[in-house]
């Protein structure tokens, strides 16, 4: 049994996913609880500092090299602090968040994207594997999206690479927070997708059952699943020009529709992408499932702890944003 172990945390917009992870990347003692980041700036960081200790209640001989945290929105890579806002962590601006949570559990954290680290557990344990350049996305409270190249994530010049999911590719009625007019989010996430069912008065709960409920030939659910799948593929589709990856994994609670949303983000590859760039690209569901997050959070702090060498895919800092 192993005696290295560093602790995941993978704070969404809705839920707050914990586990230990081994250094193979392994998770064990997995659950979700509230993240709690629409109360305040202090409540997330309670929920962070939970976890962490009911992970310990649970293993109370385990002794982390260190936690990893992943979190929405441009972390920069040098300072584990968030650059900005994020609309899932309204509270938040240009927030230390690495020193915050370090503070309150006194141990060794590293802090990056909530889906560079996805990226990273299903390019070497996952999905991804082999790849030469992947590209992870993550359908859930908004889209994320990881970039990973010969085993390295692109972070970008401050950690900001990757935010496909904002791109001006949306119908002006459906406003992001973000602030980009068009945003793509609204209509091409899976909360966007469950939004707009409630809005058309259809009894539906998630994104999973308005494909099932289009699947059965119902009209209403039909035409929003296309359309959230059509602007999915045309944001896709850029990302694909520019990157030229060898496989698109799609994760996060969304995925769980399958293929009837795989089926359809295909056709609209064929429509938006070029031909060039769709030979051999796999576009396939993510094989880690909700855990991608917690193990590459876990990955991370292996890379980065005090105890193991850093890595190129994770130490290649970037220089700061200049002020």
Request: hydrophobic share 45%; proline share 6%; glycine share 14%.
């Amino acid at each position: 049994m192993t005696d290295r172990w560093a602790i995941g945390l993978d704070l969404g917009g809705t839920d707050l996913k914990a586990g230990w992870v081994d250094a193979a990347g392994g998770v064990h003692d997995f659950f979700k609880q509230p993240s709690r980041t629409q109360e305040s700036a202090e409540a997330p960081l309670e929920a962070l500092a939970k976890a962490v200790a009911k992970l310990r209640r649970l293993r109370p001989n385990a002794r982390p090299v260190g936690v990893g945290v992943g979190s929405p929105g441009v972390i920069d890579p040098r300072s584990g602090a968030q650059v900005g806002r994020t609309a899932h962590l309204p509270h938040w601006q240009d927030f230390p968040l690495r020193d915050r949570v370090a503070e309150r559990l006194g141990l060794h954290v590293t802090v990056d994207n909530d889906a560079n680290l996805a990226a990273l557990a299903e390019t070497r344990l996952g999905a991804g594997r082999g790849a030469r350049v992947a590209l992870m996305v993550t359908l859930g409270t908004g889209i994320g999206c990881g970039i990973v190249v010969e085993g390295d994530v692109l972070r970008g010049a401050f950690g900001g690479a990757g935010e496909i999911g904002h791109l001006p590719f949306g119908s002006a009625g459906r406003v992001c927070p973000c602030g980009v007019a068009g945003c793509a989010e609204p209509e091409a996430s899976a909360r966007g997708l469950e939004e707009a069912a409630r809005a058309a008065g259809l009894p539906l709960t998630d994104a999973t059952s308005v494909f099932a409920a289009a699947g059965r030939g119902e009209p209403v659910a039909l035409g929003l699943a296309d359309r959230m799948a059509d602007r999915l593929g045309a944001v896709l589709a850029t990302a694909i020009n520019l990157l030229n990856p060898d496989v698109v994994v799609i994760g996060g609670g969304g995925a769980e529709a399958g293929e009837p949303l795989l089926a359809r983000v295909r056709a609209a590859l064929d429509r938006y992408a070029l031909a060039s760039h769709r030979q051999g690209l796999r576009v396939v569901r993510a094989a880690l499932g909700e855990r991608a997050g917690v193990a590459g959070a876990g990955l991370l702090a292996f890379a980065t702890s005090e105890s193991a060498p850093v890595p190129v895919s994770a130490g290649r800092a970037p220089p700061r944003r200049p002020a």
